[in-house]
């Protein structure tokens, strides 16, 4: 049986909270609020927890979930490195709607499924997010709905769709901002969008002076000096690919291989 606490309450709230932590520390799955939408999450370090958390979702390993942390710290932690430009994108913009996507540290001893090596890491900026995290440590969080359907912007609408597969409900009202966060990977030399959200793309160049945009998901909107450089990036992608077709002496797992 699912319990819910209504985290506007102040005596709720602190009960809710040591629930959702027992519950994340037991293995099981928990709904937070966020500042995007609501979130399903569990201890990234509890392999089980993650499984029951995709399968909750009906999503496969071939979808990992991210990973909400409570401090900067947390984040380094899981990171193998912060590249040339994570720290200076964390300054800026963390706590808030910004996932960035690293090498993930060797030394971790988890399984979020098919990650090919790497992490998407967040801070939110929702106090009562930050608080549980804060106490449980860094959770895999995706957002609380089944695959295919609307995420959910209230506690209610989360538990419509997930019901008693979720221990607790965090109620922190509805969402105030519903659109999510942007994805900016950085395992590259140059930083790449996988996916446009509440952060745009004008607001990332003040730290990151050029973004491929290619295989960005949703519509970005592009200045100028975007669009300019989406071109440049797309023309050298282009003359790159002439280039391997021209390389006829590659051995055949060369012509194979999904980089």
């Known amino acids: 049986m699912s319990a819910r606490y209504d985290c506007a309450d102040t005596q709720q709230r602190e009960e809710g909270l040591v629930a959702a932590t027992s519950a994340v520390q037991e293995g099981q799955l928990v709904v937070l609020p966020t500042d995007t939408v609501y979130g399903v999450g569990a201890d990234a370090f509890n392999p089980a927890a993650v499984t029951a958390l995709l399968a909750a979702k009906g999503r496969g390993r071939n979808m990992p979930p991210p990973v909400l942390v409570g401090s900067v710290r947390a984040a380094a932690a899981l ?5 040339a430009f994570g720290q200076d994108l964390i300054d800026e913009f963390w706590p808030g709607p910004l ?3 690293f090498r993930a540290s060797p030394t971790l001893l988890w399984d979020l499924g098919d990650t090919m090596g790497t ?3 967040r801070m939110p900026l929702h106090a009562v997010a ?3 995290l804060r106490r449980t440590g860094p959770m895999a969080v995706s957002s609380a709905n089944k695959h295919s359907l609307p995420a959910a912007i209230t506690a209610e609408q989360a538990q419509l769709q997930l019901g008693d597969e979720i ?5 922190g009202g509805p969402c105030t901002d519903n659109v999510p966060s942007t994805i900016l990977d950085l395992t590259g ?7 446009a959200g509440a952060l745009s793309v004008d607001a990332l160049r003040k730290v990151v002076p050029v973004i491929d945009l290619s295989d960005a998901s949703g519509e ?3 200045s100028p000096a975007d669009r300019r450089a989406a071109e440049a990036i797309a023309a050298a992608n282009a003359a790159r690919a002439d280039h391997q077709d021209d390389k006829t002496d590659d051995p055949p797992a060369a012509a194979n291989r999904d980089d």
């Open 220 to 222: 970005p909107e592009l």
């Open 79 to 83: 990171a193998e490195s912060l590249g």
């Open 189 to 195: 030399t140059v930083p790449r969008m996988l996916r």
């Open 167 to 171: 221990s607790v409900y965090l109620d």
């Open 99 to 101: 996932t960035l996507v």
């Open 119 to 121: 992490v998407a890491v």
């Open 130 to 132: 930050l608080d549980l």
